[in-house]
């Protein structure tokens, strides 16, 4: 088998491991939003998630959703809407204010509480620390000096947190839980971490139609 036919082998494994953890992600918020009663905006929601994530997993090669990795901005956007849609509980505060405007979820796990306190953050040794609005879990945390609990992606080496990930699928993933509450802070926060480049492009070109 040739290095390039390896890498490919490697790269669909490690995509495989990404469809499992969107599958996981989905069944977490389908079980919440049976939790909360069934609201059935929330059940809309949840069912066109399930639709996107059935088009790539129908897919004869998983590497297709590297080529147009949209689809999963539009998945984790009904994740977003679906959240919001569910009653009062340990995610208080997801609804629109007065204003109409959405609180962000947190930067670290979007499935946290919302993003209303905020705490200093450095997401490594070598970068500078930054403000970033997170869970008050989180910021605790981060205020005693220990690491917050962050959403791990699998990666070729390894389990790795958003910030030391480059791949589209990636920012894609964060855009679509960052939808209703907006990208305004994400280019800052994540300055200088791998998918900054990514972001950037994204959210200039590619993602403007889900806004």
């Known amino acids: 088998m040739s290095a390039s036919d390896r890498e490919l082998v490697k790269e669909r494994a490690v995509l495989l491991r990404t469809f499992d953890e969107f599958d996981a992600e989905l069944a977490a918020v389908e079980a919440r939003v049976v ?21 790539w997993r129908a897919a004869p090669d998983p590497t297709d959703l590297l080529l147009d990795p949209s689809p ?8 977003a809407q679906a959240r919001v849609c569910l009653p009062a509980g340990p995610e208080e505060g997801f609804g629109p ?8 979820p947190c930067l670290f796990d979007p499935h946290h509480g919302p ?8 997401p490594s ?6 403000p970033v609005l997170c869970c008050a879990e989180d910021a605790a945390l981060l205020t005693e000096g220990k690491a917050p609990r962050t959403r791990l992606f699998p990666t070729s080496k390894g389990p790795r947190p958003l910030w030391e990930c480059d791949g589209d699928i990636h920012v894609w993933w964060l855009l679509g ?3 209703l509450a907006g990208w305004d802070r994400l280019a800052a926060v994540l300055a200088h971490t791998a998918p900054i480049f990514s972001l950037n492009r994204v959210m200039t070109h590619q993602g403007a139609g889900m806004k």
């Open 35 to 55: 939790d909360g009663g069934s609201p059935a905006a929330a059940v809309a929601r949840t069912a066109d998630a399930a639709r996107i994530r059935d088009a």
């Open 72 to 79: 999963v901005g539009w998945f984790t956007a009904q994740l």
């Open 97 to 104: 204010d007065a204003s109409g405007r959405y609180p962000a």
């Open 115 to 122: 993003a209303n306190v905020s705490a200093l953050w450095q």
């Open 125 to 130: 040794p070598g970068l500078l620390p930054r």
């Open 177 to 179: 839980h960052f939808t």
